[in-house]
């Protein structure tokens, strides 16, 4: 079994910005890459970010061009996301999760563990 978790202060101010981690928890190794997506109600679910493991790549939502930015520790299977400039539009449940592919980390069907989510509320 794979357990995703993020962690992280949900609560931000306008034009703050916001920190999450995700904890991977993968004993055999079988995770590929780790991406961050999120959901506002009545929304679909909405790529941001993703890492892999082996080559440290990172792919961008064009979306989120220069207000994020994610990194990776491959010996600790974790990492964290930052987003600057933050509006209440923003404010959305954030997912972490993990993928056992070897390509299409940029989609969600990638994707096999997820993380519960964290809720995160972004205040004017």
């Known amino acids: 079994q794979v357990y995703v978790e993020e962690s992280g202060e949900g609560l931000v101010q306008a034009g703050g910005s916001l920190r999450l981690s995700c904890r991977v928890s993968d004993r055999t190794f079988s995770t590929t890459a780790m991406g961050w997506f999120r959901q506002a109600p009545g929304k679909e679910r909405e790529f941001i970010a993703a890492i892999s493991w082996g080559g440290g790549d990172t792919y961008y939502a064009d979306s989120m061009k220069g207000r994020c930015t994610i990194s990776g520790d491959n010996s600790k299977i974790s990492g964290f996301l930052q987003m600057d400039s933050l509006k209440p539009e923003d404010s959305a449940v954030y997912y972490c999760?993990?993928?056992?592919?070897?390509?299409?980390?940029?989609?969600?069907?990638?994707?096999?563990?997820w993380g519960q989510g964290i809720q995160v509320a972004v205040s004017s």
């Open positions: 999760a993990a993928s056992q592919s070897t390509y299409g980390w940029r989609f969600e069907s990638s994707y096999d563990y």
